[in-house]
């Protein structure tokens, strides 16, 4: 063990205790870090590695960072998802004996940052905690210790429901018990990539049963009591606008697996993971910071309840109808500041002039924006706004005590508003009035004394003085004067009236800055009284917001209001996808219908590549899902059931993360909708199957559609190239075939975007090589080779799709007559024709394709 120095064995000894986070370990004016910290941080944060002598045989590395610009780096670790620890000196270095006194005063984690500069304005800020209680029970609670929301859920079907419950949701975070399963901590990390830290369950402390009193279920008190006690010791300081714990029932929610969050894009684009391009994008018209926040929650959690979608729905409706009203209550929304965050930094002690400036213009805007809302001609506005409470003795208090301009300090006074507190007034006046006061003072004494030649004056010795000629002594009245110095010919006095005037106007200043803050300390702690009511008012504002978000988007785009029906009916009529057609010029988005009556649970849909399959199954999703939010949607009518959950498998899913291979994904997440899927949910699947060989693929995708369609009963759209699957509509009787239209016109296809009812009876494989523009030559020649396959062939494929009986899952006709239709084709025929039809033109570059067909042209011609 080295010898060091006194300083670096504190050092050790406080990041012992800190081992997860990077110790910002205050010296002077700046917080420095050592040996690994050093490294790590100096390379994380491009500042130089230096190194000093600390005692030991080797120098120690270190690399600092100064104490006022510090919020810049410690934001970029965190946002890196690290953690700081921020040690300061807790003593007055010239009291101390020995080595400065060090503590941690604060644990800044992704998860419990409060920084403005750290959050994004439109995003929660979560922090989850996960607590384990048997194999397949899990309570998952979660706080934004920016807004002070709590909430809490039971899952008790699994690991992957964790999981995808933890993706629903902006996690920066997770806090866990270190006992957790390696493997699941691993998943964690991997699928989730958010930071990991470790607390264990603790007794419920007095703070703590306030917020969790009201919860009937022990494992939720138990599992939040996880996540607070790491809040406590993370923030070390009050938490006093936590609000109770809400118990989110998932299940009445509708349930997006990971999944289909990721495949339908709601808040962000697969590719590029930015919100613009994906759902959330379209949606968002809301002006307010909170409101952005609600919307993002609504869309994470789509409702099941049909009364209170019908509530949602009249709001909308009713912003829709009233354009006027609609338009002043979005530019009154425009000035209300989020009262949220305010409500947070305000408990946190954070809060400047300015803030309570503007909570205080916010506030003024609330009665109009009552009355705007009362004037509504929707009987649900007018209710919404009468349980509005707009903390109205609030905004008197602020506007009593507040200046117009406070500047951003709030240690210099210039925040409290003349005439809110009488002796500050004074302080005020005697600094600002000082001489004129002395002025006046003077006057008067003359006017008492009769002394025409009286003056008051002032010298650093003693201060004000009144100076009165030796010829007018006599005029002065006994007692009332003190002499204080004597001149030839003249005497100064002193009053007890004018050195207390003259301790006021000399410390006015100094006293009034101070009286000022104190004043704005209590003001603030006023204010924490109203946390509650702000919360409440702040979730009110937000919603107006959403409503008006919706019905803006609503109208701007042509939405309608849907229906839900209870028969398990979909009937949507001239169905767009949102955000497609948002990004293509005007009227070329080709809406399209999807019809499917209690007795169809199944669409079939074939087409050629690029046609528009998958964006006609994402359509159905995202306009089931806006249904289930509230807003309108995209459509000229719509009757919809009410969805209970959604899965997907769609698009090239990217989780090499995972090592897992494209195929591997497929088919977990073929697994996950089949055996969690109900008959109230929708299942998209697209192209199953296309991740293996032909048959392979095709005999997977068989099954899993007679799977679905005997045992699951969901209302699922199917895409496939395998047109022999087409077949299944004669033996499956809920399944109908639908293909997206595409016509030949002068050799080449054009796709028309229109779903129309029957099987796609042609392989447009060629046209779509023929449009990436592969060479004509190939073009030619595979043209030409598809027909001699087909002429071969025949009609035979489709009768390869075998008439399962239910004993049987296998795939083709019966051995003899399979052999039977092959023995016309030589063996080498039929190889050319597999190679042929597993060729992945869409996959391939031009050179690639003409290398293959020059391949397959060479194998024709040896066997020819
Ligand atoms: N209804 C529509 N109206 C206009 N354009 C559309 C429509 N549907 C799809 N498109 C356009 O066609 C393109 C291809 O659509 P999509 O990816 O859905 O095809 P696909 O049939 O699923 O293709 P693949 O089989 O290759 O996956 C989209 O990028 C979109 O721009």
Known sequence: MANYTPMIEQYLKIKANNRDSFLFFRLGDFYEMFFDDAIKASRELEITLTSRDGGGTERIPMCGVPYHSAANYIKNLVEKGYKVAICEQVEDPKEAKGVVKRE?????????????????EKENNYLASISQFDLDTFVLTYNDLSTGENSAAIIETGWERVVSELFNRPIKEIVIAKDLPEAFQQDLMERLQVTLSFAENTEISSELTQLVDHLTDS?????????????????????????????????????????????????????????????????????????????????????????????????????MEDFMSREAVRETLKSIYDLERLAGRVAFGNVNGRDLLQLKNSLEKVPQLLSILLACNQKEINNL?????????????????????????????????????????????????????????????????????????????????????????????????????????????????????????????????????????ELREQVKAYIPQLQHLADQISEIDVYQGFATISEQQAYVRPTFNKNRSIAIVKGRHPVVEKVMKDGMYVPNDVTMNESTDML??????????????????????????????????????????????????????????????????????????????????????????????????????????????????????????????????????????????????????????????????????????????????????????????????????IQTDESQLSFFVSEPSLNQSREHQSKSEQHLRKELQQLKLMEMTPMEAMNALYQLQKKASEEG
């Open 104 to 120: 941690v005063v604060q644990l800044i984690t992704p998860g419990t940052v409060m920084e403005g500069n750290m959050l994004d």
């Open 219 to 319: 494992r939720l008190k138990q599992g939040f009591a996880r996540l607070y006690h790491y809040i406590q010791s993370t923030q070390q300081r009050a938490l006093d606008h936590l609000k109770p714990v809400q118990f989110i029932e998932l299940n009445e929610y509708m349930m997006l697996d990971m999944y289909s969050k990721r495949n339908l894009e709601l808040t962000e684009t697969i590719m590029k993971k930015g919100k613009q391009g994906s759902l959330l994008w379209v949606l968002d018209q809301t002006v307010t910071a909170m409101g952005a926040r609600k919307l993002k929650k609504w869309l994470e959690r789509p409702l099941l309840n049909h009364r209170l979608l019908d509530q949602r729905y009249q709001i909308v409706e009713g912003f």
């Open 385 to 521: 706004a009468k349980t509005i409470d707009p903390i109205q003795e609030l905004k008197t208090l602020l506007e009593n005590s507040l200046e117009q301009d406070p500047p951003l300090t709030i240690k210099e006074g210039g925040i409290i508003k003349t005439g809110f507190h009488e002796q500050l007034d004074e302080y005020r006046d005697a600094a600002k009035n000082g001489k004129q006061w002395i002025a006046e003072l003077e006057q008067q004494e003359k006017k008492a004394t009769n002394i025409k030649s009286l003056k008051i004056g002032y010298n650093r010795v003693f201060g004000y003085y009144i100076e009165v000629t030796k010829a007018n002594l006599h005029l002065l009245p006994e007692g009332k004067y003190e002499r204080k110095q004597t001149l030839t010919n003249a005497e100064r006095y002193i009053t007890p009236e004018l050195k207390e005037k003259e301790s006021l106007i000399l410390t006015a200043q100094e006293k009034s800055v101070d009286l000022e803050y104190r004043l704005f300390l």
């Open 604 to 801: 079939l849909i074939t087409g050629p590549n690029m046609s528009g399959k998958s964006t006609y199954m994402r359509q159905l999703a995202l306009i089931t899902i806006m249904a289930q939010i509230g807003c309108f949607v995209p459509c000229e009518s719509a009757s919809l059931p009410v969805f209970d959950k959604i899965f997907t498998r769609i698009g090239a899913a990217d989780d090499l993360v995972a090592g897992q291979s494209t195929f591997m994904v497929e088919m977990l997440e073929a697994n996950h909708a089949l055996t969690n899927a109900t008959e109230n949910s929708l299942i998209l699947l697209d192209e199953i199957g296309r991740g293996t060989s032909t048959y392979d693929g095709m005999a997977l995708a068989q099954a899993i559609i007679e799977y679905v369609h005997d045992q699951v009963g969901a209302k699922t759209l199917f895409s496939t190239h395998y047109h022999e699957l087409t077949a299944l509509e004669e033996t499956l009787s809920n399944l109908k075939n639908i293909h997206v239209r595409a016509e030949e016109f002068e050799g080449r296809v054009v796709f028309l975007h229109q779903i129309q009812s029957g099987a796609a009876d042609e392989s447009y494989g060629i046209h779509v090589a023929k449009l990436a523009a592969l060479p004509e030559p190939l073009i030619d020649r595979a043209t030409i080779i598809l027909k001699e396959l087909e002429e071969k062939q025949g009609k035979e494929k489709k009768a390869e799709v």
